[in-house]
């Protein structure tokens, strides 16, 4: 199956610091879906950005797909923001059968007051 | 905004029983899947299902699993005699589209532990 490694797997702030999450994949991809997981465990879609650029608000994500990337951005972060943020792939045509996601270890965010 | 929804939220159950956890995909929706998550590490890949058959299992999906729609809207994982090894979050998601460009939505997930 597709590699999915996550980098840095631990990241500390100070509230109102600005942060870039990597996503790195060993192939090509046709769907790539960001994740916050809160504290009570629960899977939040932050975005589906197989390729190109998005933004909601204070967080935004680029994927360069054609270099196996993708990054996420999280500008003035709050202690809202706290969690772990996985990022998740579908594989490409050829590759895995339609719809599993293979998801990366997480980046666990901590964010400070 | 529709969601997918999950129960129990938790569950605790003895060793070699048996457990039907439930969850209601959003209604329009064409594809469900089960994920499980062992406390700390990543999110894993057990099962997708579409047009009332199993489309993909992994390794995870032994025997001892099976799914079901029992009717229009529930989608159901029922692990038939319980490890302790089972013992994860599992979470139900759901996309609407035939191709596989196509966002997952999460379920806020059952918290299983097995005694």
């Known amino acids: 199956g597709i590699q999915v490694e996550q980098s840095p797997p631990d990241l500390i702030l100070q509230e109102g610091a600005n942060s870039t999450l990597r996503c790195n994949f060993s192939d090509s991809v046709n769907n790539l879906q960001w994740f916050h997981q809160n504290p009570w465990g629960q899977l939040i879609n932050l975005f589906y950005?197989?390729?190109g650029t998005k933004q909601n608000g204070r967080l935004s994500a680029t994927t360069v797909a054609t270099e196996r990337y993708s990054l996420l951005y999280i500008s003035s972060s709050q202690t809202t923001d706290s969690g772990v943020y996985f990022c998740?792939?579908?594989?490409?045509?050829?590759?895995?059968?339609?719809?599993?996601?293979?998801f990366g270890r997480g980046t666990q965010l901590t964010v400070w007051p | 905004e529709p969601e997918v929804t999950q129960t129990p939220s938790h569950q605790v159950t003895q060793m070699g029983q048996e457990v039907i956890l439930r969850c209601v995909p959003i209604s329009n929706h064409l594809y469900f899947y089960w994920y499980r998550q062992i406390l700390g590490q990543k999110v894993e890949f057990l099962v997708s299902f579409y047009n009332n058959e199993i489309s993909e299992k992994s390794e995870i999906f032994d025997d001892q699993f099976s799914v079901e729609r029992p009717d229009g809207s529930n989608f159901t994982l029922k692990i038939r005699s319980t490890k302790l090894e089972d013992s994860a979050m599992y979470f139900c998601a759901s996309s609407g589209s035939v191709t596989i460009q196509e966002t997952q939505y999460f379920g806020p997930g059952t918290r299983l532990l097995v005694l």
């Open positions: 950005i197989p390729s």
């Open positions: 998740a792939v579908v594989g490409g045509i050829g590759g895995s059968t339609l719809g599993r996601l293979y």
